[in-house]
Each structure stands twice: as structure tokens, then as C-alpha cells.
């Protein structure tokens, strides 16, 4: 569909890569060499058809994603159109005029040495020629300690924010239908390019370490002094706070780690929730609600925030947690919590009369716009990974 779509255009241009019946979801459609200037005109055009067959188009300067989101047909519902002007051809750059002059058996056996190069088959020899360097294997070697440190204070720090990493978070009262929503929402990511995780805030954050059991005599004095005469109010607050700084460390740990991979993270519920909850509930400690609102400021804001809404009545029916009118404080608590901590991409999405699958199309929608450019680094983590496996 797509290489008769291109054929009818009057651009030169020069399909080397085209795929009709792809195994789920591996490799890309279309590899398509274009005249330069034509490229913007292509992708706008791309966009507009896109449009009017109900497709979801993301684009960058070279590259354009279709996705067709539906739980409905083929397992594929998505396209890459990977827009080159020029390929590197030994010492010169060979734009598609130059490629279109060559015969058509020499340039049949060039777009086969191009894509032997790519998948790691061709001989190396070709590949210099070519300019091609195929992915390695990953190396399994451990860091070295100043790799660490420096990952550990530049990077993981929690409080420190160096990149911009595609995680996404669901939010909301216990009822209104978060981790049916989360489901669904990585049902129709599986059909789609990327590598996905998820976790839950508090099953990650507050997850239970087996204590080490200290015996008083292989302590030190100092220690064995501290937990004797330490008040026990001065633990409490220390056990408060050190807990909140384990909740932080360990969720950004997991976010960075997964951005490093090339992968999105989405996750039931955040720190936003977990201030507003703290607030409701008058047997927690006021240590423990400050170090939580201290957290939501200095912890990450997530890329994008999906928060479904419906009524009070409507949620208390599904689910007895909350009572109403404390339902509607949660709203008003979280809004006020977001515009306090600036989350930058915040979408409400009505429940009621909707489908969960509905809900599932209209947030991924919004999930995959936001992140766009962004995205583009996830697709490729993700053919590399196929790459190399």
C-alpha cells in the first residue's frame, strides 16, 4: 500500500527497503530515498492522508510513524517512513538522481549490499564501502566504581534532572478504573514499536527489604550507643524520612534505567498521589506528609499525566474506598498538587459512557502526541534491540 502510494507521486524518489507482509511488529516499511526538497512536501503530504483515514501521524525532519490504533485486525498496525536525500556510497554522497542514473542490475545489487550491511550479513569490506555500521552485540561488562559515582550523582540523583525520559503516569481515586486503563494501554503498545515497563508507585517505592539482624555485641560503641540512648521520637522522624528518600531514589533508579534502555515507563500512580492521600488521612505523621510534599517537589515530573475523571457517586458505586465528597476533595487536592509541582502535559479523560477500549485509544493518542519528538528514540532503541537479538 505504501510503495504504490509513493509510486504515484512525481517526485524522484527510490523505495530501498519495502516489506509487504511483516511478522508483527518487526523491522520498518519503508526505507525511501527522496530529492531534498521535496522531503517537507512529502511529509506534510503524509500527514494529511494520514488524517483522513483516521491514522495517527508523528513526524521529525526525517522520519514520519503512522499508527493505526484498534484492538481490532492485524497484529501490525503501524508504519516508519525512514526519509533519506543522499546515502554515502564509498567516498561520495549518492543522492537518488545519481542512484535513479545507475542500471537497474547495479543498482539492485547495491540496495542489497545496503541492506545486507544494515542486518550485520554482509561482508566487511561492503560495509566500509557502503559507510554502514551494523549494531553490536551488547557488552556485558560491569561498571567501573567512577562510572558509577558518576551515573549515581549526575544522573540518578533524584533531585537532579538531566534528561527528559518518556515515562508516563496514571492517576487518579481508587475507583475511577486506573489500572483497567494502564491494562489496556499497554495491550495496544505491544502492537506498536516500542519497548514498554510499568510498575506500581508504592509496590516499587515502599517495597519491603528483608532487615539484617545486627547482633549488639559485633557493633560498634557508637552504634550500639546511638540504639540505646537515641530518643525513640528522633527515630521515628529519621525512619519517616529516610522511607521518603527510599521511595524517591528507587522509582527514579527504575525511570533512568529504563530510559537508558530506550524504553517507556508508565506507572500506576506517583508521588502526587501519595501527597494527596498522606493529607486525607489524619493518623499519619506530620513529618512524614512534609517530607512527602518536599518529595513531590524535588522528584521527576513525569513526561506526560493521564487522570481519568468521572462522578463521585459513580466511583463510590464502583469501589468503597473513598466517600463522596472525599472523592472530590482528592480532585481538587491533585490539581492543586500538579500546578504547584508544574507537571508539563496533563490530560483528563471522562470515564463515563466510554468503553475501557475507548479510553485505552483516546489516552495513547494523547501519550503517543506528547512525547513526539521524542519517540522516534524509542522506535530505534527498539530496532536496534531486534537487531541484535
Same mark, same amino acid.
Given at each position: 500500500m505504501l510503495s504504490a502510494f509513493f509510486d504515484g507521486l512525481e517526485v524522484p524518489h527510490l523505495i530501498l527497503r519495502d516489506k509487504a507482509a511483516l511478522p508483527k511488529r518487526s523491522g520498518f516499511d519503508i526505507d525511501l530515498l527522496i530529492d531534498e526538497g521535496n522531503r517537507k512536501d512529502i511529509i506534510a503530504l503524509c500527514l494529511k492522508i494520514a488524517a483522513e483515514h483516521g491514522v495517527l501521524a508523528l513526524h521529525n525532519d526525517k522520519r514520519v510513524a503512522l499508527f493505526y490504533l484498534s484492538y481490532e485486525g492485524s497484529y501490525r498496525n503501524w508504519a516508519i517512513l525512514d526519509l533519506q536525500s543522499a546515502y554515502k556510497f564509498g567516498a561520495q554522497n549518492m543522492n537518488v538522481h545519481d542512484m535513479l542514473?545507475?542500471?537497474?542490475?547495479?543498482? +539492485?545489487?547495491? #540496495?542489497?549490499?545496503?541492506? $545486507?550491511? !544494515?542486518?550485520?550479513? $554482509? *561482508?566487511?569490506? @561492503?560495509?566500509?564501502?557502503?559507510?554502514i555500521t551494523p549494531y553490536a552485540k551488547p557488552q556485558t561488562q560491569t561498571l567501573s566504581y567512577l562510572q558509577k559515582i558518576k551515573r549515581m550523582i549526575l544522573m540518578r540523583a533524584f533531585f537532579i534532572h538531566m534528561h527528559t525520559p518518556s515515562f508516563i503516569v496514571i492517576s487518579g481515586p481508587d475507583g475511577v478504573g486506573k489500572t483497567t486503563l494502564l491494562r489496556n494501554i499497554l495491550r495496544l503498545f505491544e502492537t506498536l514499536p516500542f519497548n514498554t515497563a510499568n510498575f506500581h508507585h508504592t509496590g516499587l517505592g515502599k517495597a519491603k527489604t528483608k532487615p539484617v539482624e545486627s547482633k549488639e555485641e559485633n557493633m560498634s560503641l557508637g552504634r550500639r550507643l546511638r540504639r540505646r540512648y537515641?530518643?525513640?521520637? @528522633?527515630?521515628? #522522624?529519621?525512619?519517616? #524520612? *529516610?522511607? +521518603?528518600?527510599?521511595?524517591?531514589? !528507587? #522509582?527514579?533508579k527504575e525511570v533512568m534505567t529504563n530510559f537508558y534502555r530506550g524504553t517507556l515507563t508508565f506507572s500506576d500512580r506517583y508521588i502526587y498521589d501519595r501527597t494527596v492521600k498522606m493529607h486525607m488521612l489524619p493518623d499519619k505523621l506530620w513529618i512524614t506528609k512534609i517530607a512527602t510534599r518536599i518529595n513531590a517537589y524535588l522528584m521527576r515530573n513525569p513526561t506526560v499525566m493521564i487522570v481519568p475523571t468521572d462522578s463521585a457517586k459513580a466511583i463510590f458505586k464502583r469501589k468503597q474506598e473513598l466517600q463522596p465528597d472525599e472523592i472530590i476533595r482528592y480532585y481538587d487536592d491533585l490539581t492543586g498538587v500538579m500546578k504547584r509541582c508544574s507537571v508539563p502535559c496533563m490530560h483528563e479523560i471522562g470515564v463515563a459512557g466510554k468503553s475501557p477500549e475507548e479510553l485505552a485509544v483516546e489516552a495513547t493518542q494523547y501519550i503517543l502526541h506528547s512525547l513526539s519528538p521524542l519517540i522516534f528514540r524509542s522506535i530505534g532503541m527498539y530496532e536496534r534491540d531486534l537487531k541484535r537479538s
Open positions: 542514473d545507475m542500471p537497474e542490475g547495479q543498482r +539492485e545489487t547495491l #540496495i542489497k549490499n545496503v541492506q $545486507a550491511a !544494515r542486518k550485520g550479513t $554482509a *561482508s566487511k569490506d @561492503i560495509q566500509q564501502q557502503l559507510g537515641t530518643p525513640k521520637a @528522633i527515630k521515628v #522522624i529519621y525512619g519517616s #524520612i *529516610s522511607g +521518603e528518600l527510599r521511595y524517591a531514589m !528507587r #522509582i527514579n
